[in-house]
């Protein structure tokens, strides 16, 4: 059975947001600008994401 996966790209430069905020995009491995990333689907990720929706594209 494979594991579900969402690609996660930064689209808008960190710079300027909270800190916590930052810190969240670095959790989820996002550190500089169109870096994109494939994450486990998880409530955890997904949460993450919709905290920084502003600063992200999730496919």
């Not at 990720?45 to 992200?56: E, P």
């Amino acid at each position: 059975m494979a594991k579900k996966t969402i690609k996660v790209t930064l689209i808008k430069s960190p710079i300027g947001t909270k800190a916590d905020h930052r810190a969240t995009l670095r959790g989820l491995g996002l550190s500089k600008m169109n870096q994109t990333r494939e994450l486990e689907d998880t409530p955890a990720v997904r949460g993450m994401i919709t905290k920084v929706a502003y600063l992200v594209r999730a496919e």
